[in-house]
């Protein structure tokens, strides 16, 4: 880690870990408000926040989180049921947290006032109902008794350093009940040889409360291998003690310039720390900031190229075919190794969908499940980063138009709780990303006069129920009959189609009536190295994506000379439409000989490219288009080729759509009889 890296900074990063772990464990706990594994996981995040905010100069989420801490203490206690309110409550708490984290500036301190108002009234009802609903306590039923404990216990002199502050751990014991302190300096240094950063103090503590035991060491829980702990009963009962770490001990393992609180995380699925503690092993995985996954991802894609212009000098007789082709194994390991470093299982990015849903069956009124398939499905981060708006709409679209409320599905035989389903899979070189719902279907009447009212499609017009479905993603296109916080205003899908396609990527459609719907969004891998396609159309060169090619066939004499109004090729009794790229391109000159097809395809359309000469394979290092030609159509980005001039990438999906729009554009324009 940089070691001018930013405290605060270092923080939000581990805030935003132990904040989605409190997120999973509350969601779970509706599901599950007996576990007490859960009631520990989220106690745990929200004790580690405190401490290391306090640490790191956030005292007011030290400050807040101490009282939500201490509130959802009682639930720890039994005193207090985890149930769907409490939930709701503690979920909003935690974006509270989050907020005064991320945003400190712009957080109204009033919201968590009212957050903590609601906590402490939803207690107070629960205990003013405690008599109605809790049976009175027989006369047989011993009184919690008061016991005195004796603790002695000192640090390890780098506790400190580890994120721990015992001032805190202190306060903490007080809160127990009456604990009378004593410190021992004996082994402070003279002032002229303190380090700032060493724990010197020892202490002795006389507590006398009425919690058990087991309530002392939670609140050393954190720092149970850092420290020497000995606890005495006082009043006759058997002695206690438990030892850690000798003074003698080795230091803890910790990265060198790594402030970042260290506490051990033991939530089932948690991210592990940099350093596992005790045992002095370090862990196989680190933290590395995104911008040096970036330019290490540029200094590739340069070795790429570099390769790329050997293996054309190697192939002239330079004598160099050697080294090309060691550079090549290298470059081959290199590009795959840092594809690795960037693929990130997809499951960090569904896992963010579960309060989604959540918020989505209170608002609407619904019973809405969620299920989860193909976690562990690796994506590039990059795409990850995308992803997460498009699915969101998608998503949100399912649960307001696809998913029936309760009454209606019931009166149609169905379960009262919707589901929707999120599945990861992989497909070749593509990822399919699937979105699916047990609602009502999407209805292509609905979907063709609201079409037909919007302009978007000629009264009347021939189209398949597939062509129809593609509607739902036209800017503005929605079916909604009024204008609410989630749907009516026809943005969503929109938002949908142009991520999805900016990616590279489509989306197919399939829905029956009644059962549901499912979207599934088709993406390669990554967006940064690709294999393509290279072609030749006049004197330029394009790439395109491997992915998309399905075949290549020459193009007979026959079709060549037809009318170019209406082009078509018959593959094994398949009409396909072509396009001429030399007049789309507008390139001057006459055609080759012996012009090629190149068949792509995207979600269940196929179109042939004709071009003049097929070069081969090529590993395309995708660049983006300056802000000048960001907009230029048919194009995705651009590559550079061996010998130093540059290859536009063709937009296959853009491509497709200008084929079928111009193919319709002849049929309604030709007469029947031509």
Sequence with gaps: MNENADPAEIFRQESAELLEQLEQALLDL????????????????????????????????????????????????????????????????????????????????????????????????????????????????????????????????????????PLLLLDELRGLGDCRVTVHCDHVPPLGEMEPDVCYLEWEAVLTMAHPRSAIDDVFMFVADDMELKVEAVDGAAAESTVAAPETAAPIPQAAASPAPAHPDHATGAAETSAKRGGGTETSTIRVPAERLDEMMDRVGELVIAQARLSQLASAGGGTKGVAEEIERLTSALRDAMMGIRMVPIG?????????????????????????????????????????????????????????DAE????????????????????????LISVSDNGRGLDAKRIRAKAEENGLIAAGAA???????????????????????????????????????????????????????????????????????????????????????????????????????????????????????RELFDEPGDPDAHQKVVIVAAADTRVGL?????????????????????????????????????????????????????????????????
């Design 30 to 165: 509706e599901q599950r408000p007996g576990d007490h594994d859960l009631i520990d996981t989220a106690f745990r995040a929200l004790h580690t926040i405190k401490g290391s905010g306090a640490m790191f100069g956030f005292e007011q989420v030290a400050a807040f989180t101490h009282e939500f801490e201490s509130a959802f203490d009682r639930v720890r206690k039994g005193e207090a049921a985890p149930d769907q309110e409490l939930i709701a409550i503690a979920l909003n708490a935690k974006d509270f947290i989050r907020s005064q984290i991320e945003r400190p500036e712009e957080t109204d301190a009033v919201i968590g006032v009212c957050i903590l108002a609601d906590l402490r009234k939803l207690f107070a009802d629960a205990q003013a109902r405690a008599p109605i609903e809790t049976p009175p306590a027989t006369a047989t039923e011993p009184a919690a008794k008061s016991a005195t404990w004796r603790l002695s216990f000192r640090f390890n002199k780098d506790v400190l350093v580890n994120g721990s502050n």
């Design 348 to 404: 960090s990015l569904f896992g963010r969908f579960r309060r989604l849903v959540h918020d989505l069956s209170r608002d609407l009124g619904k019973e809405i499940d969620l299920t989860t398939a193909g976690e562990e499905t690796e994506l590039d981060k990059t795409m990850i980063e995308r992803l997460a708006d498009p699915l969101v709409h998608v998503i949100r679209n399912s649960a307001d138009h696809g998913l029936e």
């Design 408 to 431: 209606t599905r019931v009166a149609a035989g169905k379960p009262p709780a919707g589901n929707i389903s999120l599945v990861a899979r992989h497909a070749g070189a593509e990822v």
């Design 463 to 581: 189209l398949s129920d597939a062509e129809l479905y593609q509607l739902i993603f036209q800017p503005g296109f929605s079916t909604a009959k009024e204008v609410s916080a989630l749907s009516g205003r026809g943005v969503g899908l929109d938002v949908v189609k142009r991520t999805i396609e900016g990616m590279r990527g489509s989306f197919d459609i399939a829905t029956q009536p009644g059962k549901g719907t499912e979207i599934t969004l088709r993406l390669p891998l990554t967006l940064a190295i690709i294999e393509g396609l290279l072609v030749r159309v006049a004197d330029a060169r394009y790439a395109i994506p491997l992915t998309a090619v399905e075949e290549c066939v020459e193009l007979s004499d026959a079709d060549a000379t037809r009318s170019k109004g209406r082009s078509f090729l018959n593959i094994r009794g398949e009409l396909v439409p072509f396009l001429r790229l």
């Design 610 to 674: 004709v071009v003049d000469q097929i070069i081969g394979s090529h590993q395309t290092v995708i660049k983006s288009l300056s802000k000048l030609h960001a907009d230029v159509p048919s194009f995705s980005g651009a590559t550079i080729l061996g010998d130093g001039a540059v290859a536009l990438i063709l937009d296959v999906p853009h491509l497709i759509a200008l084929g079928q729009a111009r193919e319709t554009r002849i049929q309604s324009s030709t007469p029947e009889f031509a």
